[in-house]
C-alpha cells in the first residue's frame, strides 16, 4: 500500500453532510388530528380517508386511549427504574412513543397478531400482555416471558428486522386459511410488524416489502420512525422517509404524526382494515421521538444535543391528548388524579412481581431444545445435574 | 500510543483501539466501518476517538445492514482499502453470513489466486456479561468452518495491540474474535525501543503460544477461556496438585498444530476448553486432530469443556453454562483417574 494512492484532498464520498431541517416537522404528508397544543384539527382531503375511524369514538373510548398511554408510561418508568436498582439487566424505555403505540396497539382487534420488536410495551399491553410477563427477558430467567397465543403478540425480536418476514409469512397463512375478505368481522385477521426507522435499513426489512407485494398478504408495515438508531441519526440509513419507500414496492405509504394518538390509532384501523378486507398491505411510518437513551446501557449526550430532546418534549403525546380532553370537557384534574392512581398502583404490582420472580432452576436449561427430547440432551443434563450434586458435597 | 517505549498497562479495549490507531496511520487505506462506530465510538467504545481524529471517510458509521456492511467491504477491498469492519456483537453477524462465506471467503480461491480481499471482521464475543439474546454467542466454529478465512481471537492487552494490527496488515480476510468480558481487563503493553513497529511484534498472526507451562495436563484453549486455564493452572500449582500447561491457540484457524502436538506429546493428556458448545466445533476439530496425530503419546482420551449443547441460555444460567475453573479442575482429575 503506497501513500500516493489516497484520495486528493477535499474529495469526499457524497452524502455525508445531514441536511439543515428542523426534525420535528413532519411535512405536508403527514396525518395529523391533534395539533402539539391539543388543538383539534380541521379535517382535510387528505385526512378525511382517516377521519372516519374517529366517529364512532365516543368519550369513554378517548378517555381510554389517554388512560393507556398514562398506564403504559408508568409501566415503561417501573421497568427503567428496576433496571436502576439492579433487578433487570437492561431496559429499552418506549418513553416518547406511547401515542405511536397505543393508537397502533388499541386499533389492532383480538385476531389480529403483532410482531414486536423489543420496545413495543404499549402494543403489549394493549394486545392484553401483562406487563410483569416482559420484564423475564430484561431479568434473565427467560427469553420472552409470555406465550405468544395468548394474546396473538409474538415474543420480542430483538436482532433487527427478523420478524418483519415472520409477520408477512403469518399473513400468508392467514390468507390461506380463509381469514381475509370475508366480510366477518370476527374472522377477518390482519398482521402488524414493528420496526424501527434504523430496521429499515436491513435485508430482511425490504424483503418484507417484496414478499408483502408480490403476496398481497394482510400485513401492515409500522416503522416507528423515532428518529435514532443508538446514536446514528435518520441521515445514516435513509435519504427518504419510510412512508414513501412503499410506493416504489407497490403499496401504499402513510406518514402519521406519532405523538398524535388519535392519528396513529385513525391511520391504524384504516390500513388493518385495508388489509383485513384483501386489499393487501400498508407502510405506516409513526413520526416519532426516542425522548431516553437507547437502552439503559446507552448514554446519549455522547451524540445528540439536549436542544433537540426539548424541541420533541414540547410535542408530548400525553400532554397533548390530556389537552384535548380538558379542553372537551372529558377529564378533569379528579379523573386525572383517579388515573395516575391507578397507575402507581400497576407500577407495584410489576415492582413485586419483578422483585418475586423466582430464578430459574439451572436444569431448565435443557428443556426445549427439540420438540420432544432427544437422549443426547437428555444424557448432558443428566451429566450436568451429577456434576452439581457432587460439587454440592 | 504507537511511538511511546516504556511499558504501560492497558485494558484490552485501549490496546484494541491503539492497534487500529497505529494501522490506519500506517496505511491510509485503512477504513473502519460498522454500526455506531463514528460518532459513538461503538457501544464498546473500541473505535472511540478514530472518527474524530481521522475522519468520516476513514470511520463510517454505516446504515444498520450487517449484510450491507460486508459486501460493501468486499467491494471496498477489490478497489484496494483495506476495510476494518465491526459486527455489534456476536449474535448479529449471521445478516453478513452470506456475504462472508460465499464471497469474503472463496474471492482469492475462485479468481485463482488474482483477487485478494484483505479485511478485518471484528466481532465481540462470548458470554458472561448478564446481556439478553444474541448478545452472548461464541459462534467461531461457523467460520473456522469455512477455508479461506483465517479466525483469530486475542486473550490479553498485547495480543489486542499486536493482533489487530497483523490482521489489518495481513492480504487474507480475518474474523477477529474479541473477547468482549475481558475487554475491561489490564495487561502490560511494552513496544521497547523500535517504536512498536509490525516487525516488533512478539508473534506471527498464526502462533499458538504457550502461557503457562506445565508437564501432566495440556489444556488448549482461547481467548476469554485462557484467564480460565491459567487460574486453574495456578489453582492446581497452590495445592501440589497436577502441572497444568496452557496454550493459547490465538489462531483458530488455521491451527498452529505444532506447538499442540508438541504440548500434547509432552504431557499425554489434553483437555480443549471453550465458552462454546462443544459439538462440532473447534473443541471437536482439537479433541480429533490430538487423538489422531498424538495417539501413542495420550495416557487418557482428549476431553472436551465447554459451553452445553442447547441455545445460549437466559443470563441467570450463565454462571453454571459457562466453564470455570473448577469445571476445568474436575475435568484434570477425570484424565488423570484414567
Ligand atoms: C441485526 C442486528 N444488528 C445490530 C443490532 C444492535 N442494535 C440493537 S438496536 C439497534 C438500533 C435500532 O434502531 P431502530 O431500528 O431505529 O429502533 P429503535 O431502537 O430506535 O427503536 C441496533 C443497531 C441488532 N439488535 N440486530
Ligand atoms: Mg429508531
Known amino acids: ?393 | 500510543m504507537s511511538t511511546q517505549s516504556t511499558a504501560t498497562r492497558m485494558t484490552i479495549a485501549k490496546a484494541l483501539n491503539a492497534g487500529m490507531r497505529a494501522a490506519m496511520e500506517r496505511d491510509p487505506k485503512v477504513v473502519l466501518m460498522g454500526e455506531d462506530v463514528g460518532k459513538l465510538g461503538g457501544v464498546f467504545r473500541i473505535t472511540e476517538g478514530l472518527q474524530k481524529d481521522f475522519g468520516e471517510d476513514r470511520v463510517v458509521d454505516t446504515p444498520l445492514a450487517e449484510s450491507g456492511i460486508m459486501g460493501a467491504a468486499v467491494g471496498m477491498a477489490l478497489r484496494g482499502y483495506r476495510p476494518v469492519v465491526e459486527i455489534q456483537f456476536d449474535g448479529f453477524v449471521y445478516p453478513a453470513f452470506d456475504q462472508i462465506v460465499s464471497q469474503v471467503a472463496k474471492m482469492h480461491n475462485r479468481s485463482q489466486g488474482a483477487l485478494k480481499v484483505p479485511m478485518v471482521i471484528r466481532i465481540p464475543y462470548g458470554g458472561g456479561i448478564g446481556a439478553v439474546e444474541h448478545h452472548s454467542e461464541s459462534n467461531e466454529s461457523y467460520f473456522a468452518h469455512t477455508a479461506g478465512l483465517r479466525v483469530v481471537t486475542c486473550s490479553g492487552t498485547e495480543d489486542a495491540y499486536w493482533m489487530m494490527q497483523q490482521a489489518i496488515a495481513s492480504d487474507d480476510p480475518v474474523v477477529f474474535y474479541e473477547p468482549k468480558r475481558r475487554y475491561h481487563e489490564r495487561g502490560v503493553l511494552d513496544l521497547g525501543d523500535g517504536g512498536g513497529s509490525l516487525e516488533d511484534a512478539p508473534h506471527a498472526l498464526e502462533d499458538a503460544v504457550v502461557r503457562v507451562e506445565g508437564s501432566d495436563v495440556t489444556v488448549l484453549t482461547y481467548g476469554p477461556m485462557v484467564k480460565v486455564a491459567h487460574a486453574a493452572a495456578q489453582a492446581a500449582e497452590l495445592e501440589d496438585g497436577p502441572s497444568i500447561e496452557v496454550v493459547d491457540l490465538r489462531s483458530l484457524s488455521p491451527l498452529d498444530v505444532d506447538v499442540i502436538e508438541e504440548s500434547v506429546r509432552k504431557t499425554g493428556r489434553c483437555i480443549a476448553l471453550s465458552e462454546a458448545q462443544t459439538f462440532a466445533s473447534i473443541t471437536s476439530e482439537l479433541a480429533a486432530h490430538v487423538q489422531e496425530h498424538c495417539f501413542y503419546h495420550l495416557e487418557a482420551p482428549v476431553l472436551r469443556v465447554g459451553g452445553y449443547n442447547i441455545p445460549y441460555p437466559p443470563s441467570r444460567h450463565e454462571e453454571v453454562f459457562l466453564p470455570d475453573l473448577d469445571r476445568v479442575l474436575h475435568a484434570v482429575e477425570t484424565l488423570l483417574a484414567y
Open chain 1, 1 to 393: 500500500m503506497s501513500d500516493d494512492e489516497v484520495a486528493p484532498e477535499g474529495a469526499t464520498p457524497t452524502g455525508h453532510e445531514p441536511p439543515e431541517r428542523d426534525i420535528t416537522d413532519g411535512g405536508p404528508d403527514m396525518v395529523q388530528f391533534l395539533a402539539a397544543d391539543g388543538t383539534r384539527l380541521e379535517v382535510t382531503p387528505q385526512t378525511e380517508p382517516y377521519a372516519a375511524y374517529l366517529e364512532d369514538l365516543d368519550e369513554d373510548d378517548l378517555r381510554g386511549l389517554l388512560r393507556d398511554l398514562i398506564l403504559v408510561r408508568r409501566v415503561d418508568a417501573e421497568g427503567f427504574a428496576l433496571q436502576r436498582q439492579g433487578e433487570l439487566g437492561l431496559w429499552p424505555s418506549l418513553l416518547g412513543q406511547e401515542a405511536a403505540q397505543v393508537g397502533a396497539g388499541r386499533a389492532m382487534r383480538p385476531q389480529d397478531y403483532a410482531f414486536p420488536g423489543y420496545r413495543e410495551h404499549g402494543v403489549a399491553w394493549c394486545k392484553g400482555v401483562p406487563p410483569e410477563n416482559l420484564l423475564g427477558m430484561f431479568r434473565g430467567v427467560n427469553h420472552g416471558g409470555w406465550d405468544s397465543n395468548d394474546n396473538n403478540f409474538h415474543l420480542y425480536t430483538i436482532v433487527i428486522g427478523n420478524q418483519m418476514l415472520h409477520a408477512v409469512g403469518y399473513a400468508m397463512g392467514v390468507d390461506r386459511d380463509g381469514a381475509v375478505g370475508s366480510g366477518d368481522p370476527e374472522r377477518d385477521t390482519a398482521v402488524m410488524a414493528f420496526t424501527g426507522d434504523g430496521g429499515t435499513a436491513q435485508g430482511d426489512f425490504n424483503e418484507s416489502l417484496v414478499f408483502a407485494a408480490v403476496t398481497g398478504a394482510p400485513v401492515v408495515f409500522y416503522v416507528q420512525n423515532n428518529h435514532w438508531a443508538i446514536s446514528e441519526p435518520n441521515d445514516r440509513q435513509f435519504t427518504i422517509p419510510p412512508y414513501r419507500r412503499a410506493d416504489g414496492f407497490g403499496f401504499p405509504g402513510i406518514r402519521v404524526d406519532g405523538n398524535d394518538v388519535l392519528a396513529s390509532y385513525a391511520v391504524s384501523r384504516y390500513a388493518l382494515d385495508r388489509a383485513r378486507s384483501g386489499q393487501g398491505p400498508t407502510l405506516i411510518e409513526a413520526f416519532t421521538y426516542r425522548m431516553g437513551a437507547h437502552t439503559t446501557s446507552d448514554d446519549p449526550t455522547k451524540y445528540r444535543i439536549s436542544a433537540e430532546v426539548d424541541a420533541w418534549r414540547a410535542k408530548d403525546p400525553i400532554d397533548r391528548m390530556t389537552a384535548y380532553l380538558r379542553a372537551a370537557g372529558a377529564v378533569d384534574d379528579a379523573w386525572i388524579e383517579r388515573t395516575q392512581e391507578e397507575a402507581d398502583e400497576l407500577a407495584a404490582r410489576i415492582r413485586k412481581a419483578c422483585q418475586t420472580m423466582p430464578d430459574p432452576p439451572h436444569e431448565e436449561m435443557f428443556a426445549h431444545v427439540y420438540a420432544e427430547p432427544h437422549r443426547l440432551v437428555q444424557r448432558e443434563a443428566q451429566a450436568f445435574a451429577d456434576y452439581q450434586a457432587d460439587f454440592e458435597d
